[in-house]
Protein backbone atom coordinates (compact mmCIF):
# COMPACT_ATOMS: atom_id res chain seq x y z
CA UNK A 1 0.00 0.00 0.00
CA UNK A 2 0.94 3.50 -1.37
CA UNK A 3 2.01 5.92 1.80
CA UNK A 4 0.57 9.15 1.45
CA UNK A 5 3.22 10.98 0.73
CA UNK A 6 3.80 8.48 -2.40
CA UNK A 7 0.25 8.48 -3.59
CA UNK A 8 0.22 10.18 -7.44
CA UNK A 9 -0.53 14.15 -7.10
CA UNK A 10 -4.26 14.51 -9.39
CA UNK A 11 -4.48 18.15 -9.11
CA UNK A 12 -4.15 19.98 -12.66
CA UNK A 13 -1.26 21.17 -13.24
CA UNK A 14 -0.81 25.56 -14.29
CA UNK A 15 1.89 27.43 -15.59
CA UNK A 16 1.87 30.83 -15.34
CA UNK A 17 3.23 32.87 -18.08
CA UNK A 18 4.03 36.40 -17.32
CA UNK A 19 6.73 38.89 -17.96
CA UNK A 20 6.49 43.02 -18.38
CA UNK A 21 4.46 45.17 -20.67
CA UNK A 22 5.79 44.38 -24.36
CA UNK A 23 8.16 41.74 -23.69
CA UNK A 24 6.22 39.33 -25.98
CA UNK A 25 4.38 37.14 -24.05
CA UNK A 26 1.13 37.28 -26.47
CA UNK A 27 3.26 35.92 -29.36
CA UNK A 28 4.79 33.29 -27.16
CA UNK A 29 1.38 32.11 -26.58
CA UNK A 30 -0.04 32.61 -30.19
CA UNK A 31 2.67 30.30 -31.30
CA UNK A 32 2.39 27.81 -28.72
CA UNK A 33 -1.58 27.62 -28.90
CA UNK A 34 -0.60 26.82 -32.83
CA UNK A 35 0.46 23.49 -31.88
CA UNK A 36 -1.69 20.54 -31.73
CA UNK A 37 -0.14 18.95 -28.26
CA UNK A 38 -1.80 22.17 -26.71
CA UNK A 39 -5.63 21.08 -27.58
CA UNK A 40 -6.33 20.55 -23.89
CA UNK A 41 -4.72 23.42 -22.83
CA UNK A 42 -6.65 25.95 -20.83
CA UNK A 43 -5.79 29.61 -20.83
CA UNK A 44 -6.66 32.36 -18.44
CA UNK A 45 -5.84 35.73 -20.16
CA UNK A 46 -4.99 39.16 -17.39
CA UNK A 47 -5.32 42.12 -19.10
CA UNK A 48 -4.97 45.77 -17.78
CA UNK A 49 -6.93 48.62 -19.25
CA UNK A 50 -10.79 48.61 -19.43
CA UNK A 51 -11.47 47.06 -22.47
CA UNK A 52 -10.42 43.63 -24.12
CA UNK A 53 -7.58 43.24 -26.38
CA UNK A 54 -4.97 40.28 -25.66
CA UNK A 55 -7.94 37.90 -26.23
CA UNK A 56 -8.27 39.31 -29.56
CA UNK A 57 -4.82 39.22 -30.59
CA UNK A 58 -4.44 35.55 -29.37
CA UNK A 59 -5.41 34.08 -33.04
CA UNK A 60 -6.32 30.88 -32.07
CA UNK A 61 -9.43 30.77 -30.09
CA UNK A 62 -11.73 29.16 -28.69
CA UNK A 63 -14.28 29.15 -25.56
CA UNK A 64 -11.38 27.16 -23.54
CA UNK A 65 -9.15 30.71 -23.70
CA UNK A 66 -11.23 32.80 -20.73
CA UNK A 67 -10.26 36.53 -20.09
CA UNK A 68 -10.19 38.40 -16.82
CA UNK A 69 -11.20 42.20 -17.78
CA UNK A 70 -11.59 43.67 -14.83
CA UNK A 71 -7.78 44.44 -13.21
CA UNK A 72 -4.39 42.47 -13.05
CA UNK A 73 -4.18 39.43 -11.03
CA UNK A 74 -2.37 41.10 -8.06
CA UNK A 75 -5.56 42.79 -7.55
CA UNK A 76 -8.11 40.34 -8.18
CA UNK A 77 -6.17 37.17 -7.35
CA UNK A 78 -8.78 36.21 -4.37
CA UNK A 79 -11.83 37.44 -6.47
CA UNK A 80 -12.01 36.69 -10.17
CA UNK A 81 -8.88 34.27 -10.28
CA UNK A 82 -10.27 32.16 -8.02
CA UNK A 83 -13.83 32.35 -9.64
CA UNK A 84 -12.47 31.20 -13.05
CA UNK A 85 -10.50 28.24 -11.99
CA UNK A 86 -13.37 26.97 -10.15
CA UNK A 87 -15.82 27.49 -13.51
CA UNK A 88 -13.49 25.81 -15.12
CA UNK A 89 -12.80 22.42 -12.79
CA UNK A 90 -16.97 22.48 -12.25
CA UNK A 91 -17.17 22.68 -16.64
CA UNK A 92 -14.58 19.99 -17.02
CA UNK A 93 -16.54 17.53 -13.77
CA UNK A 94 -19.60 18.40 -15.96
CA UNK A 95 -18.22 17.11 -19.40
CA UNK A 96 -18.86 20.48 -21.01
CA UNK A 97 -14.91 21.08 -21.66
CA UNK A 98 -12.12 19.09 -21.87
CA UNK A 99 -8.45 20.16 -20.57
CA UNK A 100 -5.42 18.76 -18.35
CA UNK A 101 -3.23 22.18 -17.85
CA UNK A 102 -3.70 25.64 -17.26
CA UNK A 103 -1.72 28.49 -18.70
CA UNK A 104 -2.31 31.62 -16.58
CA UNK A 105 -1.15 34.81 -19.18
CA UNK A 106 -0.54 37.91 -16.28
CA UNK A 107 -0.97 41.30 -17.32
CA UNK A 108 2.77 42.80 -17.93
CA UNK A 109 1.96 45.31 -14.69
CA UNK A 110 0.53 42.10 -12.43
CA UNK A 111 2.63 41.46 -9.55
CA UNK A 112 3.01 37.29 -9.41
CA UNK A 113 3.65 37.12 -5.91
CA UNK A 114 0.31 37.42 -4.65
CA UNK A 115 -0.63 34.89 -7.75
CA UNK A 116 1.40 32.18 -6.58
CA UNK A 117 0.33 32.89 -3.01
CA UNK A 118 -3.01 31.98 -3.84
CA UNK A 119 -1.52 28.32 -4.91
CA UNK A 120 -0.05 28.36 -1.89
CA UNK A 121 -2.31 29.02 0.47
CA UNK A 122 -6.23 29.43 -1.11
CA UNK A 123 -7.89 26.37 -0.01
CA UNK A 124 -10.06 25.95 -2.79
CA UNK A 125 -6.80 26.23 -5.37
CA UNK A 126 -4.72 24.17 -3.34
CA UNK A 127 -7.03 21.27 -3.75
CA UNK A 128 -7.33 21.53 -7.30
CA UNK A 129 -4.60 23.29 -9.08
CA UNK A 130 -0.55 22.98 -8.49
CA UNK A 131 1.43 25.33 -9.67
CA UNK A 132 4.37 23.98 -11.86
CA UNK A 133 6.12 26.73 -13.27
CA UNK A 134 6.32 29.86 -13.89
CA UNK A 135 8.20 31.41 -17.19
CA UNK A 136 9.03 35.35 -17.29
CA UNK A 137 9.62 36.68 -20.85
CA UNK A 138 12.07 39.57 -20.87
CA UNK A 139 12.68 42.18 -23.85
CA UNK A 140 16.10 42.06 -25.60
CA UNK A 141 15.93 45.89 -26.77
CA UNK A 142 14.12 47.52 -23.59
CA UNK A 143 15.01 44.56 -20.75
CA UNK A 144 18.21 46.26 -18.90
CA UNK A 145 16.16 49.95 -18.48
CA UNK A 146 12.51 47.93 -17.62
CA UNK A 147 15.00 46.19 -15.08
CA UNK A 148 16.23 49.72 -13.66
CA UNK A 149 13.29 51.41 -14.14
CA UNK A 150 10.56 48.96 -12.94
CA UNK A 151 10.24 47.06 -9.54
CA UNK A 152 7.68 44.98 -10.60
CA UNK A 153 9.31 43.69 -13.51
CA UNK A 154 12.68 42.55 -10.86
CA UNK A 155 9.63 40.51 -8.93
CA UNK A 156 9.23 39.02 -12.09
CA UNK A 157 12.11 37.51 -13.08
CA UNK A 158 12.80 36.66 -8.97
CA UNK A 159 10.32 34.35 -8.93
CA UNK A 160 10.58 32.45 -12.41
CA UNK A 161 11.46 29.12 -13.40
CA UNK A 162 12.57 29.94 -16.41
CA UNK A 163 13.97 33.56 -18.35
CA UNK A 164 13.34 33.21 -22.02
CA UNK A 165 14.60 36.16 -23.83
CA UNK A 166 12.62 37.56 -26.75
CA UNK A 167 12.83 40.01 -29.62
CA UNK A 168 16.76 39.35 -29.98
CA UNK A 169 15.86 39.53 -33.61
CA UNK A 170 15.05 43.33 -33.27
CA UNK A 171 19.36 44.25 -32.17
CA UNK A 172 21.77 44.09 -34.93
CA UNK A 173 23.62 41.07 -35.70
CA UNK A 174 27.13 42.44 -34.45
CA UNK A 175 26.08 43.80 -31.36
CA UNK A 176 23.74 40.47 -30.47
CA UNK A 177 25.51 38.14 -28.69
CA UNK A 178 27.09 40.72 -26.61
CA UNK A 179 23.92 42.08 -25.47
CA UNK A 180 22.50 38.65 -25.08
CA UNK A 181 25.54 37.86 -22.88
CA UNK A 182 24.75 41.22 -20.69
CA UNK A 183 20.82 40.82 -19.97
CA UNK A 184 21.45 37.13 -19.52
CA UNK A 185 24.34 38.11 -16.92
CA UNK A 186 22.16 40.55 -14.96
CA UNK A 187 19.18 38.06 -15.17
CA UNK A 188 21.25 35.21 -13.44
CA UNK A 189 22.44 37.69 -10.59
CA UNK A 190 18.81 38.20 -10.18
CA UNK A 191 18.25 34.63 -9.87
CA UNK A 192 20.53 32.09 -9.83
CA UNK A 193 18.33 29.16 -9.78
CA UNK A 194 15.89 29.46 -13.07
CA UNK A 195 16.87 28.56 -16.64
CA UNK A 196 17.97 31.70 -18.91
CA UNK A 197 16.87 30.70 -22.72
CA UNK A 198 16.42 33.03 -25.99
CA UNK A 199 13.12 32.60 -26.85
CA UNK A 200 14.42 32.01 -30.94
CA UNK A 201 16.37 29.24 -29.83
CA UNK A 202 15.70 26.38 -32.67
CA UNK A 203 16.33 23.80 -29.13
CA UNK A 204 13.71 24.95 -27.32
CA UNK A 205 10.92 22.91 -26.72
CA UNK A 206 8.23 25.42 -26.57
CA UNK A 207 5.43 23.18 -25.58
CA UNK A 208 7.42 21.12 -23.41
CA UNK A 209 8.17 24.15 -21.41
CA UNK A 210 4.43 25.55 -21.55
CA UNK A 211 3.11 22.08 -20.72
CA UNK A 212 5.63 20.89 -18.22
CA UNK A 213 3.90 18.57 -15.60
CA UNK A 214 5.90 17.48 -12.82
CA UNK A 215 4.90 18.12 -9.02
CA UNK A 216 7.88 20.64 -7.69
CA UNK A 217 9.45 18.28 -5.44
CA UNK A 218 12.53 20.38 -6.22
CA UNK A 219 11.44 23.41 -4.07
CA UNK A 220 10.24 23.69 -0.49
CA UNK A 221 6.76 24.68 -0.26
CA UNK A 222 7.14 26.34 3.27
CA UNK A 223 10.24 28.02 2.42
CA UNK A 224 8.81 29.76 -0.72
CA UNK A 225 5.37 30.52 0.95
CA UNK A 226 7.72 32.40 3.64
CA UNK A 227 9.72 34.30 1.24
CA UNK A 228 6.16 35.69 -0.18
CA UNK A 229 4.36 36.65 3.10
CA UNK A 230 7.63 38.25 3.37
CA UNK A 231 7.81 39.84 0.25
CA UNK A 232 4.04 41.16 -0.14
CA UNK A 233 3.86 44.79 -0.16
CA UNK A 234 1.94 46.68 2.61
CA UNK A 235 -0.44 48.03 0.16
CA UNK A 236 -1.78 44.69 -1.06
CA UNK A 237 -2.47 43.43 2.63
CA UNK A 238 -4.41 46.55 3.22
CA UNK A 239 -8.45 45.46 3.02
CA UNK A 240 -9.12 48.56 1.14
CA UNK A 241 -7.02 46.92 -1.83
CA UNK A 242 -9.46 45.86 -3.54
CA UNK A 243 -10.06 45.23 -7.62
CA UNK A 244 -11.96 48.86 -7.88
CA UNK A 245 -8.78 50.94 -7.32
CA UNK A 246 -5.50 49.76 -8.58
CA UNK A 247 -1.97 51.02 -6.77
CA UNK A 248 0.47 49.10 -9.09
CA UNK A 249 1.57 52.85 -9.53
CA UNK A 250 0.27 56.35 -9.33
CA UNK A 251 2.12 57.32 -12.02
CA UNK A 252 1.11 54.36 -14.46
CA UNK A 253 -2.31 55.29 -16.38
CA UNK A 254 -4.39 53.51 -19.24
CA UNK A 255 -6.24 55.03 -21.99
CA UNK A 256 -8.37 53.41 -24.84
CA UNK A 257 -9.01 54.81 -27.57
CA UNK A 258 -12.14 53.47 -29.52
CA UNK A 259 -13.55 54.31 -33.05
CA UNK A 260 -16.33 53.45 -34.48
CA UNK A 261 -15.43 54.17 -38.35
CA UNK A 262 -12.27 52.62 -40.44
CA UNK A 263 -9.10 54.52 -39.92
CA UNK A 264 -7.05 55.79 -43.20
CA UNK A 265 -3.97 53.78 -42.95
CA UNK A 266 -1.94 57.73 -43.57
CA UNK A 267 -3.69 58.61 -40.34
CA UNK A 268 -2.42 55.68 -38.34
CA UNK A 269 0.56 55.88 -39.33
CA UNK A 270 0.74 59.65 -38.29
CA UNK A 271 -0.97 59.28 -35.09
CA UNK A 272 1.48 56.04 -34.01
CA UNK A 273 4.53 58.92 -34.98
CA UNK A 274 3.13 61.72 -32.99
CA UNK A 275 2.54 59.48 -30.01
CA UNK A 276 5.96 58.90 -30.29
CA UNK A 277 7.54 61.84 -30.78
CA UNK A 278 5.11 63.51 -28.28
CA UNK A 279 5.19 61.06 -25.46
CA UNK A 280 8.68 59.72 -25.57
CA UNK A 281 10.00 57.32 -22.81
CA UNK A 282 6.53 57.80 -20.87
CA UNK A 283 5.02 55.25 -23.53
CA UNK A 284 5.15 51.92 -21.74
CA UNK A 285 2.68 50.50 -24.22
CA UNK A 286 0.35 50.91 -27.05
CA UNK A 287 -1.65 47.29 -28.04
CA UNK A 288 -4.64 46.97 -30.16
CA UNK A 289 -6.53 45.90 -32.99
CA UNK A 290 -7.06 48.81 -35.69
CA UNK A 291 -10.06 48.87 -38.74
CA UNK A 292 -7.91 49.99 -41.61
CA UNK A 293 -10.05 51.56 -44.01
CA UNK A 294 -7.97 50.31 -47.22
CA UNK A 295 -7.93 46.87 -45.42
CA UNK A 296 -11.32 46.39 -44.05
CA UNK A 297 -11.28 42.55 -43.70
CA UNK A 298 -8.38 42.25 -42.15
CA UNK A 299 -7.84 43.67 -38.60
CA UNK A 300 -4.25 45.65 -38.27
CA UNK A 301 -2.46 44.92 -35.17
CA UNK A 302 -0.33 47.55 -32.94
CA UNK A 303 1.97 46.41 -30.67
CA UNK A 304 4.35 48.80 -29.27
CA UNK A 305 6.71 48.98 -25.90
CA UNK A 306 8.22 52.22 -24.28
CA UNK A 307 10.52 53.40 -27.41
CA UNK A 308 9.83 50.68 -29.58
CA UNK A 309 6.69 50.63 -31.86
CA UNK A 310 6.38 48.03 -34.39
CA UNK A 311 5.57 48.11 -37.49
CA UNK A 312 1.72 46.97 -38.39
CA UNK A 313 1.12 43.31 -38.63
CA UNK A 314 -2.17 41.81 -40.26
CA UNK A 315 -4.54 38.81 -38.90
CA UNK A 316 -6.27 36.80 -41.28
CA UNK A 317 -9.37 37.36 -40.23
CA UNK A 318 -11.52 39.31 -37.36
CA UNK A 319 -11.77 37.95 -34.23
CA UNK A 320 -14.98 38.35 -33.50
CA UNK A 321 -17.91 40.58 -34.76
CA UNK A 322 -16.60 43.39 -33.15
CA UNK A 323 -14.86 45.77 -36.01
CA UNK A 324 -14.32 48.48 -33.96
CA UNK A 325 -10.63 49.83 -33.79
CA UNK A 326 -9.46 49.16 -29.99
CA UNK A 327 -6.42 50.95 -28.89
CA UNK A 328 -5.14 50.29 -25.47
CA UNK A 329 -2.02 53.02 -23.96
CA UNK A 330 -0.54 52.70 -21.24
CA UNK A 331 1.74 55.59 -19.81
CA UNK A 332 4.23 56.31 -17.21
CA UNK A 333 4.16 59.59 -15.19
CA UNK A 334 0.71 61.10 -17.80
CA UNK A 335 -2.03 61.94 -15.47
CA UNK A 336 -5.09 59.73 -16.83
CA UNK A 337 -7.01 62.94 -18.35
CA UNK A 338 -4.05 64.38 -19.78
CA UNK A 339 -3.56 61.08 -21.16
CA UNK A 340 -6.85 61.02 -22.74
CA UNK A 341 -6.33 64.60 -23.81
CA UNK A 342 -3.25 64.02 -25.55
CA UNK A 343 -4.10 60.92 -27.62
CA UNK A 344 -7.82 62.54 -28.91
CA UNK A 345 -5.52 65.60 -29.50
CA UNK A 346 -2.98 63.57 -31.86
CA UNK A 347 -5.34 61.89 -33.70
CA UNK A 348 -7.63 64.55 -34.20
CA UNK A 349 -4.83 66.06 -36.26
CA UNK A 350 -3.66 62.63 -37.75
CA UNK A 351 -7.27 62.32 -39.17
CA UNK A 352 -7.53 66.07 -40.22
CA UNK A 353 -3.50 65.81 -41.61
CA UNK A 354 -4.73 62.99 -43.23
CA UNK A 355 -7.74 64.03 -45.24
CA UNK A 356 -5.48 67.61 -46.04
CA UNK A 357 -3.00 65.27 -47.68
CA UNK A 358 -5.96 63.13 -49.48
CA UNK A 359 -7.74 66.41 -50.84
CA UNK A 360 -3.93 67.79 -51.88
CA UNK A 361 -3.09 64.28 -53.98
CA UNK A 362 -6.53 64.64 -55.81
CA UNK A 363 -6.21 68.15 -57.27
CA UNK A 364 -2.74 67.32 -58.54
CA UNK A 365 -3.67 64.41 -60.23
CA UNK A 366 -6.80 65.62 -61.34
CA UNK A 367 -6.69 66.49 -65.32
CA UNK A 368 -6.28 69.88 -65.92
CA UNK A 369 -8.56 71.14 -68.44
CA UNK A 370 -7.25 73.58 -70.96
CA UNK A 371 -7.90 77.20 -71.19
CA UNK A 372 -9.51 78.25 -74.33
CA UNK A 373 -7.32 80.25 -76.86
CA UNK A 374 -7.73 83.52 -78.12
CA UNK A 375 -8.70 83.86 -81.36
CA UNK A 376 -7.73 86.40 -83.53
Known sequence: ???AKERADVRTAVTILTGFLGS???TLMNRALRDPAMSRTAVIINEFGDISIDHALTT??????MVLENGCLCCTVFGDLVQTLNRLYHSREAGEIEFDHVIIETSGLADVVPVV???LSEPTLEGLYRLDALIATVDAVNGEETL?????????VVLADH????????IPETVRPAAQSRLASRLRGLNRTALVSAADDTSLDLIGLI?????????????????????IPADHADPGHDRGTHHHDSSISSFSLIREQPVPREALQLLLGSLEQQLGPNLLRVKGLVNVAE???QPAVIQGAQHLLHNLTWLGRWPDADRRTRIVFITQGIAASDLADWVNLLDRVAQRTASARLRASRIETTPQVPLPQDTV
Do not use: C
Open 24 to 26: GKT
Open 295 to 297: EAE
Open 148 to 156: SEHSVSVRQ
Open 163 to 170: LLITKLDL
Open 60 to 65: VSNDSI
Open 1 to 3: MMK
Open 117 to 119: QAF
Open 211 to 231: RHSAPGAARDPEAIKAWLDAA
